[in-house]
């Protein structure tokens, strides 16, 4: 008999029974909340006269619409304002720890809950943001849900879902010089399409993955959302645990690894399904179109519609229409307006030592206005200690305080009018920087730094600084 | 227990376009509040308006579907972010069901939470909908659950749809919360056999 993955094994601890409508009740073992999707499932929990049934598994941050340039208060934005004052409210009522932007503690959920230890291996992890897949890393299961879901979590610490099959991602063999775990997930999701992981939970595994450090495996997991997937994980192991060692929220470290080991998959696990990539074959990769699945090579051209599969062509003719670029074209030269760096995706501390990296000596074109946002405000002390600030300062970077910033643009860091960003966060979406018309392409952090420099979109592997 | 759905009657509307994002349904900077209320005058704003506020003759502001509860759309309808502001804004603009080539699984999940039918058909019979819609747009469709068929004027189409989002409106158990507390202590039990928090 085929042994078992982590997600089956992991799923069946948690599992408290199967509904009437045949979805599974899941035990959540952590529940993250933030600002925009929580307010609403409070104000259904008193609705229905609720009350939170394990406040200490729930933790609250505000990400999505802090400010990063003046977060005193009142915020000027008095929607922002409202919205913070309803997660201080709600947390205070129920007894919910919050890391609010006045403890030091603040920064985007999916920044906070590694940093401090609250993801662990083999926990059933839930917040109401699809970017929740980010803590599959550790080898937890982690969700992002709607907001009806979220006010079934803190009623009952429970949800129903239906259990996805498992697909193996293998990455065999190293991942070149100036090719980062972005470019491998952009990767993924142009070849698999953006609804290729539909009813999957994605395994990353193989040697490229193994070698990865945590942050690494977190961009990776982070987009897993893009491609369709409802979840995607790493095996835990020594990386894992060595990254959690000494984190504020691991109580009793050698437990938590004999669980983790536990619950890894085993050799001879079953999967669903598996795809193989050859790490060596990657090169660097940016977006050119308006989902993240319309991704090429930097030095290669961009696809012509007729070589396309059918169900692509109508995204692609509106892409080429929207982003005003030409089939064949290369994303090489292409000029830009914005950079920005930052986001759940790739706003870590090894995430601005690439991009500082780059930085380092040169100068911004004057043409781009480039904006580095730290993921957290203790991403942000730490690149202070190491002076990545100074960095980016002196080459004409603005260095901002920790939040979502423009990977959304819920504050006041927005695109203006058609703008084109290089951006190293998630969605390429149409209008999803702040301007409607707005451009996005998605990239590394190094490429992006890179990019600012040059005021276009340049190949890192042609710098020297791509190792 | 929330009532039983077992069919949708009503008039349609057709709108054009794979992988349409919840960025495009609802804009983040229309997120910027503390309950769902009101969000549907938002619905599609972007597709809608243009920077001067001049219409550019989206679908929801065609006077032909004003009103018609039942969205006819293609492949990965909802796709991206998470944000439940997104079914909620269509439902609040007037959207009480939806037949797409696929959805993006947690808009999906929103949509059953919210009672709301989200049922699909395959390219071709979406297309030849959309057409019918676009030509007359005042023929009733009707979407019965039970033998999961969708009806159109002459035309009868079998549809699908994810078994458990179906059996919940089925059954009356769409709205989650009072069947997840069903499970009373055997929900503690699991939190106790765990070796973490």
């Given at each position: 008999m085929a042994g078992k993955n982590l997600f089956e094994k992991v799923w069946a601890k948690h599992k408290v029974r199967t509904l009437p409508s045949g979805q599974d009740q899941l035990f959540i073992g952590l529940h993250l909340i933030h600002e925009v999707t929580s307010p609403q499932a409070f104000g259904m929990l008193r609705e229905k006269k609720l009350s939170v049934?394990?406040?200490?598994?729930t933790f609250a941050t505000a990400d999505h619409?802090?400010?990063?340039d003046d977060i005193s208060?009142?915020?000027?934005?008095p929607l922002a304002e409202e919205m913070l004052k309803a997660l201080e409210a709600n947390t205070g009522e129920y007894g919910i720890q919050y890391f609010g932007?006045?403890?030091?503690?603040?920064?985007v959920i999916h920044v906070v809950g590694p940093e401090k230890g609250l993801t662990q291996p083999g926990m059933t992890i839930a917040c109401g943001?699809?970017?929740?897949?980010?803590?599959?890393?550790?080898?937890a299961i982690a969700f992002g849900v709607g907001t009806s879901q979220v006010r079934d979590i803190l009623a009952t610490q429970t949800m129903a879902i239906s259990k996805p099959g498992v697909r193996r991602i293998l990455v065999n063999g190293k991942m070149p010089d100036g090719v980062t775990a972005k470019d491998l997930i952009l990767a993924i999701i142009g070849r698999?399409?953006?609804?290729?992981?539909?009813g999957y939970a994605y395994e990353y595994a193989g040697e490229a993955i193994e070698s990865m450090t945590m942050e690494e495996r977190m961009t990776l997991c982070n987009m897993s959302i893009e491609g369709g997937a409802r979840a995607g994980y790493v095996n835990p192991d020594k990386t894992t645990y060595d990254w959690l060692k000494?984190?504020?929220?691991?109580?009793d470290f050698e437990s938590m690894v004999a669980y983790a080991e536990e619950i890894k998959?085993?050799?001879d696990a079953h999967y669903d399904d598996e795809v193989v990539f050859e790490a060596g074959e990657l090169k660097p990769m940016v977006t050119w179109g308006i989902?993240?699945?319309q991704v090429v090579a930097v030095d290669e051209g961009l696809p012509s519609v007729?070589?396309?599969p059918e169900d692509e062509k109508e995204t692609a003719l509106r892409a080429y229409e929207y982003m005003g670029f030409s089939e064949n074209?290369?994303?090489?030269g292409k000029k830009i307006d914005v950079v920005f760096i930052g986001s759940c995706?790739?706003?870590r501390l090894t995430d601005l030592r690439e991009a500082a990296n780059i930085a380092r000596g040169k100068k911004v074109a004057d043409t781009v206005t480039a904006l580095v946002v730290p993921g957290s405000q203790e991403v942000a002390r730490a690149a202070e200690e190491e002076g990545l600030d100074k960095i980016f300062r002196d080459a004409g970077f603005q260095w901002r305080l920790a939040?979502?910033?423009?990977?959304?643009?819920?504050?006041?860091?927005k695109l203006k009018g058609r703008q084109i960003s290089a951006s190293t966060s998630n969605r390429n979406f149409?209008?999803?920087?702040?301007?409607?018309?707005g451009r996005t392409l998605l990239l590394s952090p190094a490429m992006a730094a890179a990019a600012a420099l040059a005021g276009e979109i340049v190949d890192i592997r042609n710098t020297g600084a791509a190792s | 227990m929330s009532i039983r759905i077992r069919e949708f009657r009503g008039k349609g509307i057709a709108i054009r376009g794979n992988d349409i994002d919840t960025d495009r349904i609802i804009?983040?900077?229309?997120?910027?509040?503390?309950?769902?209320?009101?969000l549907g005058a938002y619905a599609f704003n972007d597709e809608r308006v243009d920077a001067e506020g001049k219409?550019?003759?989206?679908p929801f502001d065609n006077p032909s579907f004003a009103g018609h509860p039942v969205l006819v759309s293609n492949a990965?309808?909802?796709?991206?972010?998470?944000?439940?502001h997104a079914p909620q804004a269509l439902r609040d603009w007037g959207i009480r069901a939806l037949i797409c080539e696929s959805f993006a699984e947690i808009f999906a999940g929103n949509c059953s939470s919210l009672g709301m039918p989200a049922v699909t058909l395959g390219h071709d019979e979406i297309n030849e909908l959309q057409k019918l819609l676009e030509k007359e747009p005042d023929i009733e469709i009707l979407i019965n659950l039970e033998n999961l068929t969708i009806r159109a004027k002459d035309k009868e189409w079998k549809a699908s749809m994810t078994d458990a989002y179906r059996n919940a409106l089925l059954d009356g158990s769409w709205d989650s919360t009072a069947v997840l507390i069903e499970a009373g202590s055997d929900i503690d039990k699991v939190a106790e056999e765990l070796p973490y928090i």
């Amino acid at each position: 008999m085929a042994g078992k993955n982590l997600f089956e094994k992991v799923w069946a601890k948690h599992k408290v029974r199967t509904l009437p409508s045949g979805q599974d009740q899941l035990f959540i073992g952590l529940h993250l909340i933030h600002e925009v999707t929580s307010p609403q499932a409070f104000g259904m929990l008193r609705e229905k006269k609720l009350s939170v049934r394990y406040p200490g598994r729930t933790f609250a941050t505000a990400d999505h619409i802090i400010p990063t340039d003046d977060i005193s208060r009142p915020l000027s934005d008095p929607l922002a304002e409202e919205m913070l004052k309803a997660l201080e409210a709600n947390t205070g009522e129920y007894g919910i720890q919050y890391f609010g932007p006045e403890s030091g503690k603040q920064g985007v959920i999916h920044v906070v809950g590694p940093e401090k230890g609250l993801t662990q291996p083999g926990m059933t992890i839930a917040c109401g943001d699809s970017h929740t897949a980010t803590h599959g890393a550790f080898g937890a299961i982690a969700f992002g849900v709607g907001t009806s879901q979220v006010r079934d979590i803190l009623a009952t610490q429970t949800m129903a879902i239906s259990k996805p099959g498992v697909r193996r991602i293998l990455v065999n063999g190293k991942m070149p010089d100036g090719v980062t775990a972005k470019d491998l997930i952009l990767a993924i999701i142009g070849r698999l399409g953006v609804n290729g992981g539909l009813g999957y939970a994605y395994e990353y595994a193989g040697e490229a993955i193994e070698s990865m450090t945590m942050e690494e495996r977190m961009t990776l997991c982070n987009m897993s959302i893009e491609g369709g997937a409802r979840a995607g994980y790493v095996n835990p192991d020594k990386t894992t645990y060595d990254w959690l060692k000494g984190k504020p929220y691991i109580k009793d470290f050698e437990s938590m690894v004999a669980y983790a080991e536990e619950i890894k998959s085993d050799t001879d696990a079953h999967y669903d399904d598996e795809v193989v990539f050859e790490a060596g074959e990657l090169k660097p990769m940016v977006t050119w179109g308006i989902n993240p699945g319309q991704v090429v090579a930097v030095d290669e051209g961009l696809p012509s519609v007729d070589s396309l599969p059918e169900d692509e062509k109508e995204t692609a003719l509106r892409a080429y229409e929207y982003m005003g670029f030409s089939e064949n074209e290369k994303m090489l030269g292409k000029k830009i307006d914005v950079v920005f760096i930052g986001s759940c995706t790739n706003g870590r501390l090894t995430d601005l030592r690439e991009a500082a990296n780059i930085a380092r000596g040169k100068k911004v074109a004057d043409t781009v206005t480039a904006l580095v946002v730290p993921g957290s405000q203790e991403v942000a002390r730490a690149a202070e200690e190491e002076g990545l600030d100074k960095i980016f300062r002196d080459a004409g970077f603005q260095w901002r305080l920790a939040g979502c910033s423009m990977c959304l643009a819920m504050n006041a860091d927005k695109l203006k009018g058609r703008q084109i960003s290089a951006s190293t966060s998630n969605r390429n979406f149409i209008g999803r920087q702040g301007s409607p018309t707005g451009r996005t392409l998605l990239l590394s952090p190094a490429m992006a730094a890179a990019a600012a420099l040059a005021g276009e979109i340049v190949d890192i592997r042609n710098t020297g600084a791509a190792s | 227990m929330s009532i039983r759905i077992r069919e949708f009657r009503g008039k349609g509307i057709a709108i054009r376009g794979n992988d349409i994002d919840t960025d495009r349904i609802i804009p983040a900077r229309f997120m910027k509040c503390v309950t769902f209320e009101g969000l549907g005058a938002y619905a599609f704003n972007d597709e809608r308006v243009d920077a001067e506020g001049k219409s550019k003759g989206h679908p929801f502001d065609n006077p032909s579907f004003a009103g018609h509860p039942v969205l006819v759309s293609n492949a990965n309808f909802g796709c991206g972010s998470s944000r439940e502001h997104a079914p909620q804004a269509l439902r609040d603009w007037g959207i009480r069901a939806l037949i797409c080539e696929s959805f993006a699984e947690i808009f999906a999940g929103n949509c059953s939470s919210l009672g709301m039918p989200a049922v699909t058909l395959g390219h071709d019979e979406i297309n030849e909908l959309q057409k019918l819609l676009e030509k007359e747009p005042d023929i009733e469709i009707l979407i019965n659950l039970e033998n999961l068929t969708i009806r159109a004027k002459d035309k009868e189409w079998k549809a699908s749809m994810t078994d458990a989002y179906r059996n919940a409106l089925l059954d009356g158990s769409w709205d989650s919360t009072a069947v997840l507390i069903e499970a009373g202590s055997d929900i503690d039990k699991v939190a106790e056999e765990l070796p973490y928090i």
